[in-house]
């Protein structure tokens, strides 16, 4: 059975500065799709960013970005230049396939400081 | 931009009674979902529904719910005989499902907020 593991239950980073939030995940498979979610206090669930397996390229959305690194099976999203909007729960996702479901982590609750 | 509705936003329902969440997943999309989340826990997938059957149920999913897409539109969630348990919040999902779409996103609804008393 899939799997994917946030290890960090909480962190915090300072406005303006760098932060990482981790994600593992274990899998069998060879092709899949990544994904990190936040989750505001409004519970919404928004998309920040996915990764296709197949592709070598790491995936970038503005401030956010993602280290991928297949061999290891590791998923980290790295915020940069952390604004207040940011603070909120974030969820790493796994999903073997286009249409299949989604497996989440137990989420990184983030705090922008000032 | 396309978005999936769900309502009601929020309902409030005694313990035994029976409740139906509703949804309206992206008119294309093929793959509908439910997933719960229980207050401060992480979200699980209930349910998936394919080609107006279930494709794949989670051990949550037990008898006690149901899914349907009657008339083709709205895709529901009943919860026959609810309990303190069911307590939680509840997203609708879809999906468009085609491998040749470079979007693979799954598209989130605002979620109902299901409180059992």
């Known amino acids: 059975a899939q799997t994917v593991t946030q290890s960090q239950p909480e962190m915090s980073v300072q406005e303006a500065e760098t932060v990482t939030l981790s994600c593992t995940y274990d899998t069998s498979e060879s092709d899949y799709y990544l994904f990190w979610y936040k989750q505001p206090p409004s519970r919404q669930m928004i998309l920040v960013i996915r990764q296709e397996a197949y592709k070598q390229q790491n995936a970038t959305e503005n401030r956010f970005s993602v280290n991928f690194q297949k061999a290891a099976k590791s998923f980290s999203l790295k915020i940069s230049d952390s604004q207040l909007g940011d603070a909120a729960m974030y969820f790493c996702?796994?999903?073997?396939?286009?249409?299949?479901?989604?497996?989440f982590g137990t989420g990184t609750r983030l705090q922008v400081t000032l | 931009e396309p978005e999936v509705t769900q309502t009601p936003s929020h309902q409030v329902t005694q313990m035994g009674q029976e409740v139906i969440l509703r949804c309206v997943p992206i008119s294309n999309h093929l793959y509908f979902y439910w997933y719960r989340q229980i207050l401060g826990q992480k979200v699980e997938f209930l349910v998936s529904?394919?080609?107006?059957?279930?494709?794949?149920k989670s051990e949550i999913f037990d008898d006690q719910f149901s899914v349907e897409r009657p008339d083709g539109s709205n895709f529901t969630l009943k919860i026959r005989s609810t309990k303190l348990e069911d307590s939680a919040m509840y997203f609708c999902v879809s999906r468009y499902g085609n491998v040749l779409l470079v979007n693979t996103e799954a598209f989130f609804g605002q979620g109902t907020r299901l409180t059992v008393v």
């Open positions: 996702a796994y999903s073997p396939g286009t249409a299949s479901k989604l497996t």
């Open positions: 529904f394919y080609n107006n059957e279930i494709s794949e």
